[in-house]
């Protein structure tokens, strides 16, 4: 990996959970977020760049993390290794953070395209099969969310991308919002309720609704200068910064 791992960790309760990435049986590591005393570690994963999550799939609460080698699901009791789907790519270049609806968890990347993984269980047994792939749809390195069963996200030529999430079919796709090239298409997406608030690379702040009918915008606004930022969102006021300075917005203010 060029640039070492750079996803966040994840807080679970008491425990920060890390993809810190390893070839010895510590590509996936809990601590105790308090004092940093290692609780478990699982896999032997080179890391890549997406975070991992929590989420309850095929009716098990499990970490869920995409590394070079692959999409893997993992007890976040003890570590144990639920499932594996390997995905491999010429860089590793594997960037979004996954994403679940029901028992599908999607991942994308500029290789392979959009994929949902479905997951099963039998007994204490759990598969991982491919549930679809769209190729149209291909996600480089922004991460989407999930609304209502639908994923929406930056896709390949420039433009927001709904897609459903049981079938991979895309709903609806949209241009005019992002300015730079497409390979280094950007935008950061924050569920609000039935809305979403999508910042683009080139510094726009953009309310869309979440409706999986139509891209229906409901007002925008130039926030900020050229801007890779995930933003963060609390008590009304936003969070970000671009290539000059830190930026808090004031959402409420009218």
Known sequence: VRHGYDGSPLVDGAHLITVAGG????AVVCLDKKTGKTIWKSQSDVPAYAPPILATVAGQRQVIAFTVDGLIGLDPVGGKLFWRVPFKTTYGRHVTTPVVSGDVVAISSHQFGLVGTRVTR???EFSATPAWTNKEAT?????????????????PAKNLVCVEMATGRT????????NTSADKAHASFIVMGKNILVLTDSGQLVLIAADSKE??????????????????YADGKLWLRD????LCVDLMAN
């Open 122 to 124: 039998a007994g204490n």
């Open 139 to 155: 996600i480089n390195f922004s991460s989407p969310v999930i609304v209502d069963g639908f994923l929406y996200g930056v896709g």
């Open 171 to 178: 709903a609806w796709t949209k241009t005019g919002y992002i």
């Open 243 to 246: 290539a000059k300075e830190l």
């Open 23 to 26: 070839t010895n049986g510590e």
């Open 215 to 232: 891209c229906r915008e409901l007002g925008r606004t130039q926030i900020s200068g050229n801007t890779w930022c995930n933003p963060a």
